[in-house]
């Protein structure tokens, strides 16, 4: 199990053809596709995993910390979300609890030794994959169902984007690469080490904050029509 799962770094010229074709992986995503066929946003959930491990971005985040970035952003709060929707269990409780766990995880897989042995371990990297995936799912599912207020679930989502953006800036602003995972690999993309690592956290930082504030536009738009909704009955009765 000590190797990399997605391959060893590629160079540019061999990106396109890096494809990660593994069977059992196909086989999920079908089954997964196939399962979720009637449901749009799980569709597009199967899509967004697709990109992530099946594509040649799995590759690319062998070599670059910041593609590696993208890979996660994508599973967070792109293909999280989106599986939180169509999930159909309510979560019990506030968003507190899920919203520290989903944080911790994602520190925690981010520290250097931890980091650098899921990249090159299979069961520690698929250990990293799921975790930060379902403790996303958690805490995607218990701002769309916890019985908390609007203005509480706009909260939750603003420090979800806020923890993240203090990571990336933690990553950008540090005076060292970190990560001995990319230590290499990097030159042959034409970025140091620690070049790739500031482009990272800028991700982090503030693309990563693009599907954060369309998450919460959609929150604040689907509790301003429930309060008219309800503003209406009580006039109308």
């Excluded at 079908?30 to 979720?36: A, D, I, K, N």
């Excluded at 040649?56 to 293909?79: N, Q, T």
Aim: aromatic content about 12%; some cysteine.
């Amino acid at each position: 199990m000590n190797a990399i799962y997605c391959g060893p770094a590629p160079l540019p010229q061999e990106i396109w053809g890096s494809w990660n074709f593994d069977p059992i992986l196909l086989l999920a995503l079908v089954g997964l596709g196939v399962t979720l066929r009637r449901e749009p946003a799980g569709i597009a959930a199967v899509a967004l995993l697709f990109l992530a491990f099946v594509s040649p971005l799995c590759a690319l985040s062998s070599a670059l910390f910041s593609a590696r970035v993208v890979h996660h952003v994508i599973l967070i709060v792109g293909a999280a979300p989106l599986l939180a929707l169509v999930t159909k269990h309510r979560v019990r409780g506030g968003v507190a609890l899920p919203f520290a766990v989903s944080t911790i995880i994602l520190w925690l897989w981010h520290h250097p030794v931890a980091y650098d042995l899921a990249l090159s371990n299979v069961a520690v990297y698929w250990l990293m994959q799921l975790s930060l995936l379902g403790s996303a799912i958690w805490f995607w599912k218990a701002v769309y169902t916890a019985e908390v207020s609007p203005v509480e679930r706009f909260l939750f989502v603003l420090f979800s984007f806020a923890q993240m953006g203090m990571l990336g800036a933690v990553l950008t602003f540090a005076p060292t690469a970190l990560y001995a995972a990319h230590s290499i690999a990097p030159f042959d993309w034409g970025l140091t080490p620690l070049r790739d690592q500031q482009l990272g956290g800028l991700i982090m930082w503030v693309p990563a904050g693009v599907p954060y504030a369309a998450i919460a536009a959609l929150l604040a738009r689907c509790s301003w029509g429930r309060l008219r909704e309800d503003m209406a009955c009580r006039t109308g009765s």
